[in-house]
């Protein structure tokens, strides 16, 4: 019989709607049960593409006996930490402080108030490699919530205090500048795995962020070490496994250093900062290979994670049916030799096993292999590749696909609309401009409403209940705005202005700190306030970076000052902890080069306009808006007694209150959106 999930709209609740477990979704009615019973509550974080959920679900969340013992001692509440990161954010933080790591599954105890008192994540079934099993840390937690309900009552309210005590321990604030830059871009250089590209060691994650300043530092400065740990990090991430050989796309991580075996999710909100990397690095090199990846990246987006409405799906699970009944980890996508001669014949068989890297003994599980591009294969015929991919391509189709979590997150679609907009203005792509302009139709027909207001979630085109965080207005405004320099359509910078006014008034503090939860947001054990990246930009330095660009295109003086005043973390944290402040760092070189203003002004459909605007956003300086319209337009702040000279199209960039002459010549243009060095 279905438990209480079984109307819920996110994908990965329903994957628990059918559990023996009596499942509460996450709200005031289920610690009102709890406080009712006088019973702890068992919290279970997760999202439907996490691996380690799926198995913790199967043994214990499954299991007759384990079901009936919780549903006897516990009031148990699942959610998806992708519909509510805050509540994910708060506990996750606990989590980290008591045991010095954290991940998904999340398990937490609380008490009937929310406070938290014992933590973990996957916890197996039997106790195993040191790690304790599930029924043993439930009767232990049900022993001492009956034998030791003070201590833990002591125990919780201590742990509450010690995170408001971490608030806000950044350091002082301080105006990031040259200083800052070169700090950040040194303790980078230290921490460079210079033969294998990336930072740190295994498990290895794509430094989106991190590269986004590294592009913008070299265009700034022409730091030419920046741009190289850049671009050979690009390679070796494009070379190896956690890249799709064959559909594109990349997954969530590597488990190795060498980027080689992923664990095997697809995430939009990897793939869209991705793609626009790619995008960039193409921008500042012509680089063949970016240009490759960025598009089929992109592709990837259009043919896998798009949805009916126009929006796009958050990820593709990394399990699937291996053939046998059995979800296996990584099926779908992996090759043996033999594999590769039963669908390619023997010669292009042994062909494509050279080619990828297929071996007889494996790069991953039971002699399998995960497709890379290895270096030093020399010179290869470029049509035989593409035969191989193509027929490899098809036999994977005819493979069971792997579940896709079909939920539309607001802040993700908004990277993937300033992906799209920018990638398919660069590749003269139209169908990947307009896919960005069906999300952002989508955003502000389902999640959006008239007070500027965000809705985090949906779904097949209905809302979700959950409210939009910092995130979600800051990368949506960001996506609005890369829209509106694409596309010359005003209406997405005034929809941009209506979200970051909701930033001003709602999740800023009055010392310009900015706060993940709107002032009128459920109160949770603490609000939560974190300016460093994760999987994504932190909200708080994408929501300085569309401030930013904002004011550089309308001038507003608030929204200057706001991303300014945001920006003082980024220059405590630049030398500190420059992989984790990457978009913060990003913008501060935007604000450092200007940003500049690029305004264009011509007739719609005259060739001149074209090439002017296409060479505005090819500039590459860092954080550069553009405005394009006719003479007299009112769409822009920018165009405004912007004239023509003499009837031909003209272009006028100004940066720090300071204009060049207008000009139209292209050539002249791409010189004045260069940074003197």
Request: net charge negative.
């Amino acid at each position: 019989m279905p438990n209480r999930l079984a109307d819920a709209t996110s994908p990965y609740l329903l994957q628990h709607a059918d559990n023996p477990v009596d499942w509460w979704p996450w709200g005031r009615e289920a610690f009102e049960q709890a406080r009712k019973r006088g019973v702890p509550v068992l919290l279970s974080v997760g999202y439907s593409a996490c691996h380690w959920c799926h198995v913790m679900a199967h043994e214990s969340f499954e299991d007759e006996a384990t079901a009936a013992y919780l549903n006897e001692h516990f009031v148990a509440v699942k959610v998806d930490r992708e519909e509510r990161p805050d509540v994910d954010a708060v506990y996750m933080e606990a989590v980290q402080a008591a045991t010095g790591q954290g991940g998904w599954p999340m398990t937490v105890f609380l008490t009937p108030d929310g406070e938290p008192f014992y933590f973990g994540t996957y916890f197996p079934p039997q106790s195993r490699q040191g790690m304790p099993g599930f029924m043993d840390v439930l009767e232990g937690v049900v022993v001492a919530w009956r034998d030791r309900r003070e201590e833990i009552g002591d125990v919780a309210g201590r742990i509450v205090r010690d995170l408001a005590d971490r608030a806000g321990g950044y350091g002082a604030s301080v105006v990031p500048g040259d200083a800052e830059m070169s700090a950040a871009l040194l303790g980078l250089t230290r921490e460079y795995d210079a033969r294998r590209g990336g930072f740190g060691g295994a498990p290895k994650f794509p430094p989106s962020m991190a590269l986004e300043f590294l592009l913008r530092h070299h265009a700034r400065t022409g730091a030419e070490g920046a741009l190289q740990m850049a671009r050979d990090t690009c390679e070796a991430m494009a070379r190896g496994g956690i890249y799709d050989q064959l559909g594109g796309g990349f997954a969530r991580y590597s488990v190795d250093r060498d980027w080689c075996v992923p664990h095997f999710e697809k995430m939009l909100y990897d793939n869209a900062l991705l793609t626009r990397v790619y995008a960039h690095l193409w921008r500042a090199t012509g680089s063949d290979l970016a240009r490759r990846i960025a598009l089929e990246t992109a592709d990837f987006l259009l043919a896998e994670l798009a949805t009916e409405e126009g929006g796009f799906a958050s990820a593709l699970d990394a399990d699937s049916d291996d053939g046998s009944g059995a979800h296996a980890e990584g099926a779908y996508y992996v090759w043996t030799p033999a594999q590769l001669v039963a669908e390619l014949g023997e010669e292009d068989g042994e062909f494509a096993a050279d080619y990828f890297g297929v071996t007889q003994e494996g790069t991953f599980e039971e002699g399998a292999s995960v497709l890379q591009l290895p270096q030093g294969g020399g010179v290869v015929d470029a049509e035989r590749v593409a035969s191989v991919r193509d027929r490899l391509l098809a036999a994977r189709e005819r493979r069971h696909r792997p579940g896709r979590d079909d939920k539309v997150v607001a802040a993700w679609n908004g990277l993937a609309i300033a992906a799209l907009a920018e990638t398919g203005a660069y590749f003269d792509r139209t169908d990947l401009v307009q896919a960005a302009v069906d999300a952002a139709d989508l955003l502000v027909r389902v999640h959006l409403d008239g007070r500027g207001r965000l809705t985090r979630t949906s779904r097949d085109g209905v809302a979700g209940t959950n409210d939009g965080v910092l995130e979600d207005y800051a990368d949506v405004a960001e996506g609005f705005l890369a829209l509106a320099s694409v596309t010359g359509e005003g209406v997405w910078l005034d929809f941009a202005g209506l979200l970051l006014d909701s930033v001003l008034h709602h999740f800023t503090a009055d010392d310009g700190t900015l706060y993940d939860t709107a002032d009128d947001a459920e109160a949770l054990i603490r609000r939560p306030q974190d300016p460093t990246d994760n999987a994504t930009p932190s909200g708080w330095t994408a929501a300085a970076g569309a401030l930013l660009s904002y004011a550089a295109h309308t001038g507003a003086e608030p929204h200057r000052t706001a991303a300014e005043r945001a920006l003082g973390v980024v220059g405590a944290l630049a030398s500190r902890a420059p992989r984790f402040i990457g978009w913060g760092l990003a913008v501060a070189e935007a604000a450092l080069d200007g940003p500049r203003e690029v305004a264009v002004v011509g007739g719609t459909g005259d060739p001149l306009t074209a090439e002017l605007h296409r060479t505005a956003l090819l500039g590459g300086a860092p954080g550069a808006v553009v405005a394009v319209g006719e003479e007299g337009s009112t769409e822009f702040p920018l165009l405004h007694q912007r004239p023509t000279r003499g009837g031909r199209a003209a272009a006028y960039v100004c940066r720090h209150m300071v204009c060049d002459a207008p000009t139209s010549d292209p050539r002249a243009l791409r010189s004045q959106l260069r940074t003197p060095r």
